[in-house]
C-alpha cells in the first residue's frame, strides 16, 4: 500500500501529514461523534465518545487524539466500538442530571442526540437527583448549570485556544473536576469578558443564554443570518425568533467571525425592543414633544425644508448620513440631500 | 483596511497602535491573539495604556500620548540606517523616498525617547520586529486618528509600511479598524461632504454630469461641503439654518458638546430620525422614529471592505420605518418620486453609478455570503486585498512628515492630559448597548481611570467621586485606580450622557480630516 492511504470501514482514503483519524474521516463524510473536539483548537481525548477501533491496536483510540498512519486500519461503527461508545454516553448520562424535559439544550443537545443513535438510557446507577450541583445566575447573560457539565472542556479550549481570552481552566482533581475562571470566581467577578464562546461550544445545557430560558425550543425557532449592528468588523450573527421576537444571538460560521461573537453582538440586542423605542413621530410644540401621524410630521419636514431652501438657498441645509444605517439608506440620504435639495453638506460620524 | 481580518493570523509581525483591540473591535483582536500564541508571530503594542493586547505582546512602545509621529519615525530612520528597508519595492513602487530620508535622520532613538518616553533599546528592537518579518501588518484605530496630527499620523504608518515593502501583499498592510457597523459603507456610499458614491468628488463636472443623468436632474451643487465638525460652528453664523440628522447623538459624541447643544438650539428647523428619543432628539422640531437592523433589509460594508447582508428579523416595532422609507416619502413630499420596490432596488441603482460595488449584487450575496469591493463585475472575485503588483495611484508617495504638540498641552491650571474612549461593554453614546442588562450590567457607570501614583498625588481612592475640568467643562464620576493608566494621564469613555465627557473634549481639528483631537486635552482633577 502507498503511503498516506488508510482504511476506515472497508474503503481507503487519503491523507495528509498531521491530520488525525477524525479529520480523515470528517472529511471523507464518515461521521464519528464526538463531544470534545472544538474546531482548530488542540484535541484532548477527554470525551472518549470517538473511539474507533484500530487493527494491531490493543485497546480503541481516539479518533481526534490519533495521527492516521499509513496503512492503518479503522473500523468507526464496529461492536466493539458501539460497545464501548455506549457505556461512555452511560456513563455521562449518570455523571449528572440529565433530564431533558426542561433542559434549555432539548433539541440540539449533543448527548441527547447519542443517546438517542444508541439507544442509551439513563441508567440506573445515575447520581441522585438531590445531588448539589453548583448553579450560578448571577448575571444577565449567561447561567452556568455544573448539574448538566460533562467536562468535555470544550468551552476551555474554545475560550483559551479559539477566543484566547484565557478566563477559564479545569479546575480541582479526579472526581471533583470542575470548570472554574480565576479563583473559583463566578464569571461575573473573573476575567471573563462574556463573549459566550463557552455558550456556544457546549455541547449539553450546562451554559445557557439567560434571556432565552424558557423561550421557546429550537424547532420552534426560525433563523436569521444577518450582521451584527454594533462595531465595523461586521460579524455574521443567526438571529433566533419566535412568534416575530427576537429570543437569542449565536455567532455564524461565516466570513470574518468564523462563529466568534464578543458580549455586545451576542447579549447587546435588548435595544430592539426595549420599552423605550419610538414608535411613532413626533412634534414640538410649545417646547413639548406630541405623537402625530406620518403624514402630518412628513409633511412638517418636506414643507419647512422646501421654505428654508427658497427662501435662505440649499446650502442653508446640512443633512447627516449615519454609520448605522445601511448601504441603500446611505446612498438615498446623500441623494435626497445633493439631488433633491441641493446641497452638498452632507456627512456623517466617521470622524467620533 | 488595505487587507482581510483573517490573514492577520499569517502576519509574521501585527503592529498594534492606537487601537485597544481586545475591547473595541474583539473578534479582530481573537485573529491577533491566535497569531501570536498559536503560530508564534510577534506582535508590536504602541499604545501609552496598558491594554490587554500588552499582555500578548512581544514588545510594547508606551509612547506618551500625542507622540506617534516621532516614534513611527524613529522606527523608519533605524529602518534605513540598518539597511532593513525594500530597496527593490521603493525603487520599483514607489516615490519621494529621499525627502522621507532626510526627514527622518533626525529622529535619533535618543531624540525620539526625549519626545516620547520610547526607551531607545525598545525602539530598536522593534524596527528590526517590524522590518524582519517577512509580510508586517498594522494595525490602528480612532487613538492614532483622533488627533490634530491624525492624518500626518495615518501617512506615517503608512510609510513605514512601503519602507518595508508591507503594502500590496498578503497579511501586510495598513489596516484601520473602523468603529461602526457601517461607517465604511456610509463612506462607500457618499455620506461625505465631498464625494458621491465610491469616492466620485463632487468638483469632478464628468462625475456631476453622471450624476445628473442617473438621477434625471439638470445641476447637482459643484461645491465642497461642511463635515459636521464644519456644519456645529456654522450654525451661530447662520450658515446653516436647517438639518436633517439620521442616527446620530453629537450631543453626545461631538467634541465640546455644549457648543453643539447650544448651536443646535439656533436652528430654524431640526430634524432627528433615531431609533430611540436621544439626547440630540430632545432638541428637534420633529422626531422621525426609525426602525432597527432587525426590522430591515440593505447592506452594511464591514472594516475588510466586505458588503455583507442585513436580513429583516422581525416586524418594525409600532409605527417605527426603516430609514429608506422615511427618506424616500420625505423626497416625494419634495417633489422627486423615489419609487424602490426595496432596498434590492436601490442597490441596483448604486451598482449603476458605483463602480467599486459595480459587481455585487443580491444574488451574489445570498450565494456566497459578501464580497469585499473593488467587485467591478459581476465575475469579479472580490478584493481580498488592496493595491497588489500598483498602487491605486500608480507610485506610493512617502511623506516626510515631522512631530507636532498636539493643541492643548497640560499646564499649570490643566496638568493632566485626557483621552477618551470606549469600554468593552458599551458602544459609542451608550443608546443601544446601554439598553441591555447584560452589558449595562458589566458597565453601568462612567468611570475615571487614573494610575495609583497619580490617584495618591490628588489624594484620590478608587470609587470616591472625583470632579474632572476642562477649559470647556466639567464633569463627575467615580475614580478607578487601574494598572492600564498612564501617568500623568486620565482615560474616560464617551457613552455616558450622565458624564458627558465631550463637554470636556477640545474642538481643535486635524485640518485634513476635521476629526477632533479626543485623544489629547488638558484637564485638572479633584475630589468631588
Keep these: ?352 | 483596511m488595505t487587507n482581510s481580518i483573517a490573514e492577520l493570523e499569517d502576519s509574521d509581525c501585527i503592529l498594534v497602535t492606537g487601537s485597544n483591540t481586545t475591547e473595541t473591535h474583539p473578534v479582530i483582536s481573537t485573529f491577533i491573539k491566535r497569531a501570536v500564541k498559536f503560530r508564534n508571530k510577534a506582535l508590536i503594542v504602541i499604545e501609552p495604556r496598558r491594554i490587554d493586547l500588552v499582555s500578548h505582546a512581544t514588545l510594547w512602545l508606551r509612547q506618551l500620548p500625542g507622540t506617534d509621529i516621532a516614534v513611527i519615525n524613529g522606527l523608519m530612520n533605524l529602518i534605513i540606517q540598518e539597511n532593513l528597508h525594500d530597496q527593490a519595492y521603493i525603487a520599483e513602487r514607489t516615490e519621494n523616498f529621499e525627502a522621507l530620508r532626510e526627514t527622518v535622520a533626525k529622529y535619533t532613538p535618543e531624540y525620539v525617547e526625549q519626545i516620547s518616553g520610547v526607551p531607545a533599546a525598545d525602539l530598536r528592537r522593534a524596527a528590526r520586529l517590524y522590518a524582519q518579518a517577512k509580510a508586517a501588518s498594522i494595525v490602528y484605530a480612532m487613538g492614532v486618528t483622533q488627533h490634530t496630527s491624525g492624518t500626518d499620523n495615518v501617512k506615517t504608518l503608512a510609510n513605514l509600511a512601503m519602507l518595508c515593502g508591507n503594502v500590496g501583499i498578503e497579511s501586510g498592510g495598513v489596516n484601520p479598524l473602523r468603529g461602526q457597523n457601517n461607517v465604511q459603507g456610509a463612506c462607500d456610499m457618499g455620506g461625505l461632504p465631498n464625494v458621491f458614491s465610491g469616492y466620485q468628488p463632487v468638483t469632478d463636472a464628468a462625475a456631476r454630469a453622471k450624476m445628473e443623468a442617473a438621477w434625471g436632474v439638470e445641476k447637482l451643487p459643484d461645491w465642497v461641503g461642511l463635515t459636521m465638525t464644519g456644519m456645529v460652528p456654522a450654525i451661530p453664523e447662520g450658515k446653516i439654518k436647517a438639518l436633517y440628522i439620521v442616527g446620530e447623538n453629537p450631543v453626545i459624541s461631538e467634541a465640546d458638546a455644549d457648543h453643539v447643544v447650544k448651536a443646535l438650539n439656533k436652528l430654524d428647523f431640526l430634524v432627528v430620525q433615531d431609533i430611540f428619543l436621544t439626547e440630540t432628539a430632545q432638541l428637534a422640531d420633529v422626531v422621525l422614529p426609525a426602525a432597527t437592523f432587525a426590522e430591515k433589509s440593505g447592506t452594511f460594508s464591514n472594516t475588510e471592505r466586505r458588503v455583507a447582508p442585513v436580513r429583516q428579523v422581525i416586524a418594525p416595532l409600532g409605527d417605527s420605518r426603516p430609514d429608506w422609507q422615511i427618506i424616500a416619502e420625505l423626497a416625494r413630499r419634495l417633489g422627486y418620486p423615489m419609487n424602490y420596490a426595496g432596498p434590492e432596488a436601490i442597490f441596483e441603482e448604486i451598482r449603476q453609478v458605483t463602480p467599486s460595488y459595480a459587481g455585487i449584487t443580491y444574488a451574489r450575496l445570498e450565494a456566497e455570503g459578501g464580497l469585499q469591493w473593488p467587485c467591478p463585475t459581476t465575475e469579479h472575485p472580490g478584493t481580498v486585498y488592496l493595491h497588489r503588483g500598483q498602487f491605486s495611484r500608480g507610485k506610493g508617495a512617502f511623506f516626510a512628515i515631522d512631530h507636532r504638540d498636539p493643541a492643548e498641552m497640560p499646564d499649570a491650571d490643566y496638568p493632566l492630559v485626557m483621552t477618551t474612549g470606549r469600554v468593552l461593554y458599551q458602544y459609542h453614546t451608550g443608546s443601544m448597548s446601554r439598553r441591555a442588562p447584560g452589558l449595562e450590567g458589566k458597565a453601568p457607570e462612567c468611570r475615571v481611570e487614573i494610575t495609583a501614583g497619580d490617584a495618591a498625588r490628588y489624594g484620590i481612592a478608587d470609587g470616591e467621586p472625583v470632579r474632572v475640568k476642562s477649559r470647556r467643562g466639567e464633569l463627575v464620576a467615580r475614580a478607578l485606580v487601574s494598572p492600564k493608566a498612564v501617568a500623568g494621564t486620565i482615560f474616560i469613555p464617551f457613552h455616558y450622557h450622565e458624564a458627558p465627557v465631550n463637554k470636556l473634549t477640545i474642538a481643535a481639528l486635524d485640518p485634513v480630516a476635521k476629526i477632533p483631537e479626543f485623544k489629547v486635552c488638558a484637564v485638572n482633577i479633584e475630589k468631588a
Aim: aromatic share 6%.
Design chain 1, 1 to 352: 500500500m502507498p503511503p498516506s492511504i488508510l482504511t476506515i470501514n472497508g474503503a481507503t482514503h487519503s491523507f495528509e501529514a498531521g491530520q488525525t483519524i477524525l479529520d480523515v474521516a470528517l472529511g471523507s463524510g464518515i461521521t464519528v461523534p464526538t463531544l470534545c473536539n472544538y474546531k482548530d483548537t488542540t484535541p484532548t481525548g477527554a470525551c472518549r465518545v470517538c473511539v474507533v477501533e484500530v487493527e494491531g491496536a490493543r485497546t480503541l483510540l481516539p479518533a481526534c487524539a490519533t495521527q492516521a498512519a499509513p496503512g492503518m486500519v479503522v473500523q468507526t461503527e464496529s461492536p466493539r466500538v458501539v460497545e464501548a461508545r455506549k457505556m461512555v454516553i452511560e456513563l455521562l448520562l449518570a455523571s449528572g442530571n440529565h433530564n431533558c424535559l426542561v433542559c434549555e439544550a432539548n433539541g440540539e443537545c449533543e448527548l441527547q442526540s447519542l443517546a438517542y443513535r444508541y439507544q442509551v438510557t439513563t441508567p440506573d446507577f445515575a447520581n441522585p437527583p438531590d445531588t448539589p450541583y453548583y448553579y450560578e445566575d448571577d448575571n444577565h447573560m449567561l447561567v452556568r448549570d455544573f448539574s448538566k457539565c460533562v467536562m468535555c472542556g470544550r468551552c476551555v479550549r474554545a475560550c483559551n485556544e479559539w477566543q484566547v481570552n484565557q478566563a477559564i481552566a479545569i479546575g480541582y482533581r479526579g472526581a471533583h473536576n470542575k470548570i472554574v475562571a480565576r479563583g473559583d470566581f463566578p464569571y461575573v467577578n473573573s476575567d471573563c469578558v462574556f463573549c459566550g464562546e463557552c455558550l456556544q461550544a457546549c455541547p449539553v445545557g450546562a451554559i445557557l443564554d439567560k434571556h432565552a430560558i424558557g423561550q421557546g425550543r429550537p424547532w420552534e425557532r426560525r433563523l436569521v443570518r444577518t450582521t451584527c449592528p454594533y462595531c465595523g468588523v461586521g460579524c455574521q450573527v443567526d438571529v433566533h425568533v419566535k412568534d416575530g421576537r427576537m429570543v437569542k444571538v449565536t455567532g455564524a460560521d461565516a466570513i470574518p467571525n468564523l462563529g466568534k461573537l464578543c458580549a455586545k453582538g451576542r447579549f447587546g440586542w435588548h435595544f430592539v425592543d426595549h420599552p423605550d423605542r419610538l414608535k411613532t413621530p413626533l412634534i414640538k410644540e410649545n417646547g413639548a414633544f406630541r405623537e402625530a401621524g406620518w403624514d402630518e410630521a412628513l409633511d412638517l419636514v418636506a414643507s419647512r425644508l422646501k421654505d428654508i431652501r427658497d427662501k435662505e438657498g440649499p446650502e442653508k441645509i446640512g443633512g447627516w448620513c449615519s454609520a448605522r444605517v445601511t448601504n441603500e439608506e446611505n446612498y438615498l440620504m446623500q441623494k435626497l440631500m445633493r439631488a433633491v435639495i441641493g446641497t452638498n453638506h452632507v456627512d456623517h460620524c466617521a470622524r467620533l
